[in-house]
């Protein structure tokens, strides 16, 4: 006899009844749970889920090593330069040239590292400016200045140098090459006479240097901006002097020429000009040599005169008319030329 057939177990839809949705559960989940104790139990895992899962950004990211400081390269590119920092010794040097102290404001033009700035701070009282375009050599330059206990003192700015503008500055220090040097020339001329211009390894064209250095293999070159002596001076004060004094100047190099009332003239002797401070001599109508040491304060030269004879005695000029613009400024094309050359050929 056949045993009768067990019923198919068929899906609960195919009797024509909704099918429930399949639950996924622990395994430790009883499956014979009663369905309210089922929902309990599932609704207590989906929490815990959503627990860890919220949990996991948080220990990822303290699990996570922390960024490394920014370091820059040597030789690594920049605008208009690659960064290659000044040695320690040359930046002392530099600062000396300068005569800095407390009560002057450095501005480093392309600060880099910002470490000619905060020596300027540290070693020597005074305030100081970076100017760096580089953002990221910007925020270095501020962690070191708070490192070196000086971020009161020496500010950082990302900029353009020459768009920026650093006139309130008396001391001036820079790292560029000889191009830059050269469309720099003019914005520095405008600055106050006296402010002192230091740079590393490159001149300024045409624009001969006050004062020259070496340490080791970086040679240092120093200028002082010339006040504008250029033009026709009437002369005031002690007997015998020319009534006239007329100077002709490209950058702080005079030439000039004296006139006395008998149609008589005498070319200046040995005339210096550095900042404001100006000398010459001039050889007077009976033969004796005349030694005049003055300032420059716009259309007027005061200061003493005296002779080899023995005494000294004030005098004072006053420019006649406008002063004559300042000769050799603006870069020509040789001088551009030369500067390309002293780029081929490397730091002096």
């Given at each position: ?169 008396t001391v001036v220090t ?23 211009v230091v740079s590393h ?148």
């Open positions: 006899m056949r045993r009768p057939r067990p019923p198919v177990a068929r899906p609960a839809h195919a009797a024509g009844r909704p099918a429930r949705p399949s639950l996924t559960v622990k395994k430790d989940i009883p499956v014979t749970m009663t369905l309210p104790a089922r929902r309990r139990a599932t609704a207590s895992l989906a929490c815990g889920l959503f627990a860890l899962a919220s949990f996991a950004p948080l220990a990822l990211a303290q699990s996570a090593p922390a960024a490394a400081p920014y370091e820059p390269m040597r030789g690594q590119a920049g605008k208009d330069v690659i960064w290659i920092p000044t040695p320690d010794g040359a930046v002392d040097r530099m600062l000396q040239m300068a005569e800095v102290k407390p009560n002057d404001r450095v501005v480093d033009l392309g600060s880099g590292d910002g470490k000619i700035a905060i020596a300027a701070a540290r070693n020597h009282g005074a305030t100081a400016r970076g100017l760096e375009y580089n953002p990221k050599m910007v925020d270095l330059s501020v962690r070191m200045a708070q490192q070196a206990g000086v971020s009161d003192k020496v500010k950082f700015q990302e900029a353009d140098i020459f768009v920026t503008d650093f006139s309130e500055a820079m790292y560029l090459l000889p191009q830059l040097n050269l469309r720099l020339r003019p914005q520095l001329f405008r600055m106050k006479p006296g402010t002192r390894s490159f001149r300024m064209g045409n624009w001969w240097p006050d004062e020259v250095s070496r340490v080791g293999s970086a040679e240092l070159f120093l200028w002082r901006i010339p006040a504008n002596a250029g033009g026709t001076w009437r002369m005031t004060g002690a007997s015998g002097l020319p009534h006239h004094v007329q100077f002709t100047q490209r950058f702080q190099q005079l030439e000039g020429q004296a006139a006395y009332d008998n149609q008589l003239t005498a070319g200046v002797v040995q005339p210096r000009l550095s900042g404001e401070s100006i000398s010459f001599g001039v050889r007077d109508a009976g033969g004796a040599m005349m030694q005049f040491q003055g300032r420059v304060a716009g259309n007027r030269i005061t200061g003493t005169m005296s002779r080899a004879t023995g005494g000294t005695v004030p005098f004072e000029a006053v420019r006649e008319g406008p002063a004559e613009p300042i000769q050799g400024i603006e870069a020509g094309e040789q001088e551009g030329l030369a500067a390309a050359r002293a780029l081929e050929a490397g730091p002096n």
